[in-house]
């Protein structure tokens, strides 16, 4: 199992990124598809999820209205739509696999940072 994320930087408050994780050595639907942040100092927090069984999704409070998270069966990719990008969204953000059988694995993580 591998999970490699893609798609962070440096973005304005106020702007749009889209994080990309591309999975092999599994299949979604057998899993739930998590991604993480982490900011410096702080904890690693469970930003968003979506269950492959049924394509159920969860958001953590702060990111509700503002981030979307999908899954491209085809390509074996979780993406994690971010918009209204505020300061406090700066993070690494991971991608999480917590599948029925395997177990649970995490991607390296991207760097997210939102200043002007």
């Known amino acids: 199992v591998q999970l490699e994320e893609s798609g962070g930087g440096l973005v304005q408050p106020g702007g749009s990124l889209r994080l990309s994780c591309a999975a092999s050595?599994?299949?979604?639907?057998?899993?739930?598809m998590n991604w993480y942040r982490q900011a410096p100092g702080k904890e690693r927090d469970l930003v968003a999820a979506?269950?492959?069984?049924?394509?159920?999704?969860n958001y953590a409070d702060s990111v509700k209205g503002r981030f979307t998270i999908s899954v491209d069966n085809a390509k074996n990719t979780v993406y994690l739509h971010m918009n209204h990008l505020k300061a406090e969204d700066t993070a690494v953000y991971y991608c999480?696999?917590?599948?029925?059988?395997?177990?649970?694995?995490w991607g390296q993580g991207t760097q997210v940072t939102v200043s002007s």
């Open positions: 050595g599994f299949t979604f639907s057998d899993a739930v």
């Open positions: 979506i269950a492959g069984s049924d394509g159920g999704t």
């Open positions: 999480n696999a917590d599948h029925d059988f395997l177990g649970n694995y």
